[in-house]
């Protein structure tokens, strides 16, 4: 357990700013800050953070919270995991209390799998510093490899004995479970016999983005024609390959901030461009690229430039590959290195403003860079050139931007010589394919269980707006934005003239937001009809009236993610605005709290008008179903309500 006090350290010096930057590329938008969702495939930014208060709305999930709440969506952490974390990148010291091996098993699958990566991520650096046979053949290899100290302990980096099950009995006598063992692919079980998958190979944790271990890689350090040179870990709940980028936890803060990343092949190509001195560089740890992986990437930056073996095999094949990047409408540049070089060998041959230079003077634009490569191929084959300008339409089709579309095909135009004219369209017509291919899927209803199309079909559904929830809505908002403030209200009571006529008279009263709000509400009976509301807003009521210091930032901290959520969607809804970057067209939105007290006002005058008019509706209803029955009386009530909206919608200065 974590005491309380260092929960309340944590909240009160993490900044949710800060947090989500390690994660996704944040750009300023007026007092808040703006980004592509890490939570979907999106080009146009929906992700807004605010440094003010301190919470973050992703409006294409519809998630929201504090810092805490993005750790455990986006990190799959628990609660406690996500404090250490932060604890962690505050250098936070907090107390806590040791787990023990019951405490180990109560864990859920997902958690105890994350824990076994992590013992056995430091079993393995235990090993490879602190064993005879760690530190002559691991740690020979890295330093052969030309790894520093430095790098090896920043990247974790580890040996696991050449025996055929050390590593598993160590953590079965740490109380770790070998069903979980299995299920992280670090102990194969084949009936009674139980066998360590990365026997006498060097160790590459791979980390998530937050840096919990998810899996590992095992090179081989013999001569073996029956081994792998390379083992990775087998996919589970934790470790998804296609989701994975070696390097990203070192590097996302360098992407961000050179705007730019490099993606390699291989695990030594990272280590050894980080240890010259370039740190925005991933590897794809041997796989093919996928979606998943460059929107890893896209949250960072718009920028890849990919690094290719001098000598690489199948460069072609390779190539073609990137056009998921293009597709994804992010800028790829490709770079070569020497015919017998590797971005390790040449890294650690060059110095770091060697390294630099070649890598800005040899860096090509993707679309250029193939065209020549398929020019080359043609050899003056009018069908092979034919195929080749086939393929450059197809990449360039995919581009999402029109007009970088436009600036490719008047290149690769010139390039390949034929008209303009007919690239344009070749580009239409692939693209018109493409959408008919896609109408035929759909209409095959193949997308029907799709989150998409149900995305979709919800933007389409023709819903009336419910006025009531609405207003409930705003009531909350202005409970918690200003709910502790002071303002001069001008109250309305109504008096009767000396022609007898009821009339509102306005009266100054000083009091907070939320005495206001309460005592209008509850002198006039009114109810909320959300549940959600009617909860949330008896919360921040007994809150405010025990806590004279109340903070928004705090109040969130404290209650559960259901209230959390719905409070960061309320507090954020009328924010979006600045995804539009409607200050850059001189369009300057009112802030609300220049009139705060006429804001409650009419907020709750604008409630009682509609409960007003529901009460006639329903008086209107009784007089149709019992024409025989109406009295005066009811004639009566009707007349009085209608008098009374009249007399509200003048101080609201609106026909209602």
């Known amino acids: 357990m974590i005491s309380p006090a260092s929960i309340d350290l944590v909240f009160e010096t993490a900044r949710v700013e800060e947090v989500i930057g390690d994660f996704v590329q944040l750009k300023k938008a007026g007092s808040n800050y703006k980004g592509l969702s890490p939570f979907s495939d999106e080009r146009s930014p929906s992700f807004m953070v605010s440094p003010v208060?301190?919470?973050?709305?992703?409006?294409?999930?519809?998630?929201?919270?504090?810092?805490?709440?993005?750790?455990?969506?986006?990190?799959?952490?628990?609660?406690?995991?996500?404090?250490?974390?932060?604890?962690?990148?505050?250098?936070?010291?907090?107390?806590?209390?040791?787990?023990?091996?019951?405490?180990?098993?109560?864990?859920?699958?997902?958690?105890?799998?994350?824990?076994?990566s992590e013992f056995a991520s430091k079993y393995f650096q235990n090993i490879l510093h602190k064993t005879d046979q760690g530190k002559s053949i691991g740690l020979g290899y890295f330093k052969e490899r030309g790894f520093t100290e430095e790098t090896i302990k920043n990247f974790d980096l580890g040996y696991s004995l050449e025996e055929w099950q050390a590593f598993t009995d160590e953590a079965l006598k740490q109380g770790y479970k070998i069903e979980f063992l299995e299920k992280t692919g670090l102990t194969i079980v084949k009936g009674d016999k139980r066998f360590d998958r990365f026997k006498g190979r060097v160790m590459f944790p791979i980390k998530s983005m937050s840096g919990r271990v998810l899996g590992f890689g095992g090179r081989i350090l013999v001569t073996d024609k029956k081994a792998a040179k390379y083992v990775n870990s087998p996919e589970s709940i934790i470790y998804h390959k296609s989701n994975v980028l070696y390097g990203i936890y070192h590097a996302k803060q360098s992407i961000a901030k050179e705007d730019n990343c490099f993606l390699v092949e291989g695990y030594t190509d990272v280590i050894q461009f980080h240890q010259t001195g370039i740190k925005n560089v991933v590897s794809s740890s041997g796989t093919a690229l996928t979606s998943e992986q460059i929107r890893l990437i896209n949250r960072l930056t718009k920028n890849i430039t990919v690094l290719f073996d001098g000598d690489a095999a199948g460069l072609r094949a390779s190539l073609r590959g990137i056009?998921?990047?293009?597709?994804?409408?992010?800028?790829?540049?490709?770079?070569?290195?020497?015919?017998?070089?590797?971005?390790?060998?040449?890294?650690?041959?060059?110095?770091?403003?060697?390294?630099?230079?070649?890598?800005?003077?040899?860096?090509k634009d993707f679309i250029e860079f193939k065209t020549s490569l398929l020019l080359d191929?043609?050899?003056?084959?009018?069908?092979?050139?034919?195929?080749?300008?086939?393929?450059?339409?197809?990449?360039?089709?995919?581009?999402?931007?029109?007009?970088?579309?436009?600036?490719?095909?008047?290149?690769?135009?010139?390039?390949?010589?034929?008209?303009?004219?007919?690239?344009?369209?070749?580009?239409?017509?692939?693209?018109?394919?493409?959408?008919?291919?896609?109408?035929?899927?759909?209409?095959?209803?193949e997308f029907k269980d799709t989150k998409l199309f149900e995305v979709i079909r919800n933007d389409f559904d023709d819903r009336k707006v419910?006025?009531?929830?609405?207003?409930?809505?705003?009531?909350?908002?202005?409970?918690?934005?200003?709910?502790?403030?002071?303002?001069?209200?001008?109250?309305?009571?109504?008096?009767?003239?000396?022609?007898?006529?009821?009339?509102?008279?306005?009266?100054?009263?000083?009091?907070?937001?939320?005495?206001?709000?309460?005592?209008?509400?509850?002198?006039?009976?009114?109810?909320?009809?959300?549940?959600?509301?009617?909860?949330?807003?008896?919360?921040?009521?007994d809150t405010l009236n025990q806590n004279p210091d109340f903070q928004l930032k705090n109040f969130i901290n404290t209650v559960d993610t259901d209230i959390a959520?719905?409070?960061?969607?309320?507090?954020?809804?009328?924010?979006?605005?600045?995804?539009?970057?409607?200050?850059?067209?001189?369009?300057?939105?009112?802030?609300?709290?220049?009139?705060?007290?006429?804001?409650?006002?009419?907020?709750?005058?604008?409630?009682?008008?509609?409960?007003?008019?529901?009460?006639?509706?329903?008086?209107?209803?009784?007089?149709?179903?019992?024409?025989?029955?109406?009295?005066?009386?009811?004639?009566?009530?009707?007349?009085?309500?209608?008098?009374?909206?009249?007399?509200?919608?003048r101080k609201l200065n609106r026909a209602l």
Not at 337 to 352: H, I, M, V
Not at 503 to 509: K, W
Not at 614 to 624: D, H, L, R, S, Y
Request: with cysteine.
């Open 323 to 363: 056009d998921l990047i293009l597709e994804q409408g992010m800028n790829v540049k490709v770079c070569t290195f020497p015919e017998g070089e590797d971005p390790d060998s040449f890294a650690k041959q060059n110095t770091l403003e060697e390294l630099s230079v070649y890598l800005v003077e040899n860096a």
């Open 53 to 116: 208060k301190q919470i973050w709305k992703d409006f294409s999930s519809g998630k929201g919270g504090n810092a805490v709440a993005f750790l455990m969506e986006h990190e799959h952490f628990t609660y406690p995991e996500a404090i250490k974390y932060l604890a962690k990148k505050y250098n936070i010291e907090i107390e806590e209390t040791e787990q023990s091996n019951e405490q180990k098993e109560q864990q859920d699958e997902r958690e105890s799998l994350y824990l076994v």
């Open 565 to 649: 959520n719905e409070i960061t969607t309320i507090l954020m809804e009328d924010e979006r605005y600045s995804l539009d970057d409607w200050e850059r067209m001189h369009i300057f939105p009112k802030g609300k709290s220049s009139s705060i007290a006429q804001l409650v006002s009419e907020t709750i005058l604008s409630l009682r008008c509609f409960l007003i008019d529901q009460k006639v509706k329903e008086f209107q209803q009784k007089t149709i179903q019992n024409k025989a029955e109406v009295n005066k009386n009811i004639l009566e009530e009707v007349k009085d309500y209608s008098g009374l909206k009249m007399l509200l919608s």
């Open 466 to 541: 419910d006025v009531q929830y609405v207003l409930e809505r705003k009531i909350i908002e202005v409970l918690l934005l200003y709910g502790n403030k002071t303002e001069d209200f001008e109250d309305l009571v109504l008096k009767e003239n000396e022609q007898g006529q009821l009339v509102l008279e306005p009266v100054i009263n000083t009091a907070k937001v939320f005495e206001k709000v309460f005592l209008d509400l509850q002198d006039d009976e009114m109810e909320f009809s959300n549940p959600h509301f009617k909860t949330l807003y008896y919360t921040i009521i």
């Open 377 to 445: 191929e043609t050899k003056n084959d009018p069908i092979k050139k034919a195929e080749a300008i086939s393929d450059m339409i197809a990449t360039i089709a995919i581009i999402p931007d029109e007009l970088k579309q436009q600036v490719y095909a008047r290149r690769i135009a010139q390039m390949m010589d034929i008209e303009e004219n007919r690239m344009y369209d070749s580009i239409q017509r692939f693209r018109n394919r493409r959408l008919n291919d896609l109408n035929k899927r759909v209409e095959k209803d």
